[in-house]
């Protein structure tokens, strides 16, 4: 069987790694040949990462899927990350499914709230059903989480299955807890953007915690330092080779959430790095977090209030993290691991459906 993956970013963009590309050796020891197509290039990454224009890259990359789509024939099954072209409507698509070309479409976003909420009255008129489209037209859906395919289901898709996106347990130890606890480190993994939507929201209660409790420190990963806090608070820089050493100092993990629709949208997979290390979440009561996390494995915040009272009962107590380390471990290990979903992903594969 030869697949390709129209993905929308190379390797290095964390929703394409974790949502394909981690699949892909398993499946080639399958016999599955598998080929990768992605929209954008390293290239358009590194422009987007450093704050530079992207508009050529992102032209380039049009181009190339628009030549590629010649050659769909040659392959037995496609799995299209999303959608083929961001921003124009869903013509590639129905022209796929107009010459009875058969594609498997991912998600792991609310993307169609980037055209049904857009502010431009124009492209919500053009574009606002876009997506449904797209998944209308496939021949299955693979959604991240529950608010993504219930999406799904109402655009009229054919076959819907809940796939999360999950970790390779093999490259997450668990933590060993040491007693006492002289210091309690609250950690968060993102990006810039992420830190300054999601992190920010808790940057007042972040001030008053660290000036009250002077062994109390926060590791941010992933997003540079902004200047706004004091040396409680330490900014790491991502990557992929150490981003799992860097989680094993965490004792607690944050994961912040504005509640909106695009919010219930997300995958939870910061939650899931924590868990997975043995290591709890406290995390907003949004979308999917409360899918993942419950009184035995973590913490559940309904306000951003919520989220300080509970760092100051744990700066207080911290034996009650170790004694939820291991329901989150094994949570995980049960429900949002590599491990447990390549069967489904290649059973997809070979019939369309798990």
Known sequence: MKVLYLTKYSRNAGSSRL??????????????????????????LAQLYAGKSTKAEALKGYVRRFCKLFSVRRYD???????LFPYLPAWF?????????KYIVDYDDAIFHNYDQHPNIWLRKLLGDKIDQVMRYSDCVIAGNSYLADRAQRSG?????IIPTV????????????????????????????????FMLLADQVQRLTM????????????????????????IPWSEDTEVSEILKFDVGLMPLVDSDWEKGKCAYKLIQYMACGIPGIASAVGANVE???EENGFLAKSTGDFEKIIIGLASDPALLSAKSRSARKDVKRQFTLQVHRENILTILKNGTT
């Open 157 to 161: 898709a054919k076959e819907i299955t």
């Open 77 to 83: 099954k496609l799995i299209i990350e999303k959608e």
């Open 212 to 235: 009250a409790y002077p062994n109390l420190f926060f590791h941010v990963i992933g997003a540079p330092d902004n200047g706004q806090f004091n040396d409680q608070v330490r900014f």
């Open 167 to 198: 970790i390779d347990i093999d490259r997450y130890p668990e933590k060993a807890w040491s007693d006492p606890v002289d210091k309690l480190v609250v950690g968060w993994v993102g990006t810039k953007s992420t830190f300054e939507k999601h």
């Open 292 to 294: 993942v996390v419950n």
């Open 19 to 44: 949502r394909s590309y981690q699949y892909f050796p398993f499946l080639r020891e399958q016999g599955i040949t598998i080929e990768v197509s992605p929209l954008f290039s390293e290239r358009y």
């Open 93 to 101: 698509e129905r022209v796929l499914s107009w010459l009875g070309i």
